[in-house]
């Protein structure tokens, strides 16, 4: 991994990496200080990738006639900070100090809320497939990028099936978390 290239953040902004800004978000409350990283799932339509409808939905641009599955989330409006799709390719649709709204009702460590004080990831996936090494690698690099911008992170890295365990199952039994914390200690420990 030590070939690709770093990610910086600056100002909120993941640098060298697609911005598409998304409507769906708002300040976080007043004194909040970053300290939790979501790792989501998410494809549109259900295990269908490609097509760019998932920065459509985020952008709420997304045409629910496109397919009989987009009637079902009509009116939603949702974002996430980040979507990492298949190629491992990163887009920003949220700045980083402003709350994307991914996470809905949730808790960790007993702090309810999660969207207040997390970063929301979206890997194209679904909960039926496994995710492409590519996107591991992107994940590794950004979320190492992000715990050294925002140190209370650290460890702090959940699914939202962990904040949410009533309502979500993303990002699912293929996220491997075993290999993907491994490889983040390795990252952590190269640079």
């Known amino acids: 991994m030590s070939n690709q290239t770093k990610f910086a953040v600056i100002d909120g902004v993941l640098q060298g990496v697609q911005q598409l800004p998304s409507p ?11 300290q939790l990283v979501v790792i989501h799932n998410i494809s549109l339509p259900p295990s269908q990738f490609g097509g ?3 920065q459509q939905f985020f952008q709420n641009q997304l045409d629910w006639n496109a397919h009989p ?33 991914h996470a809905g009702r949730s ?9 207040d004080y997390s970063i929301g990831i979206e890997l194209e996936g679904s909960d039926d497939l496994p995710f492409e090494a590519v996107q591991y690698q992107s994940l590794v690099q950004v ?8 140190p209370k ?11 949410a365990p009533q309502r979500k199952t993303d ?8 290999d993907f914390r491994e490889l983040l200690h390795k990252e952590n420990h190269t640079n």
């Open 24 to 34: 769906n978000f708002n300040q976080r409350p007043a004194n909040t200080q970053i």
């Open 52 to 54: 760019g409808y998932i």
């Open 69 to 101: 599955y987009f009637q079902t989330i009509e009116g939603m409006q949702v974002s996430a900070h980040l979507l990492i799709l298949r190629t491992g390719e990163v887009i920003q649709f949220v700045n980083f100090n402003d709350r994307a709204w």
């Open 107 to 115: 808790s960790y460590l007993g702090v309810p809320e999660c969207n």
């Open 143 to 150: 979320v190492s990028a992000l715990q050294q911008t925002y």
């Open 153 to 163: 992170i650290q460890q702090h890295i959940a699914g939202h099936s962990d904040i």
């Open 171 to 178: 990002p699912g039994e293929h996220f491997h978390w075993a």
